[in-house]
């Protein structure tokens, strides 16, 4: 297996950035990772807290403990800042993870037949 589809494989199947890391380019496989890592952090710590709400909700007796009065809670969309902020994170993480796929393909190959790429 060539040097290219390793370091994509890793950045497909593990985090943003391994790949690079693998070919020794450890700025930018470190500016993927932390912008793949804030974004995910984002992203899980907003689900945390809407689960702990619709528990709280569910322990104050405001919602009956129903799978579908709990369902249709957690289906509800978050609105205003926190849908807005929800958005750039889950955008920044796949667009991280896209770049960090195909930019270490190219970095790989690039190093596969004698060249330097930067990063």
Do not use: C
């Amino acid at each position: 297996m060539s040097k290219a589809m390793k370091a994509s494989l890793l950045s497909v199947l593990i985090f943003p950035g391994v790949g690079h890391f693998f070919l020794k380019k450890y700025i930018a496989g470190t500016l993927l990772a932390g912008a793949a890592f804030v974004s995910l952090y984002l992203v899980i710590s907003r689900m945390v807290e809407r689960a702990l709400q619709i528990a709280d909700k569910i322990e104050r007796g405001e919602v009956q403990l129903d799978v579908a009065a709990i369902t249709e809670l957690i289906s509800r969309q978050p609105t205003g800042t926190d849908a807005l902020l929800l958005r750039i994170a889950w955008i920044v993480l796949i667009v991280s993870w896209l770049i960090g796929i195909v930019d270490s393909y190219r970095v790989g190959r690039s190093q596969g037949n004698g060249g330097v790429a930067g990063g």
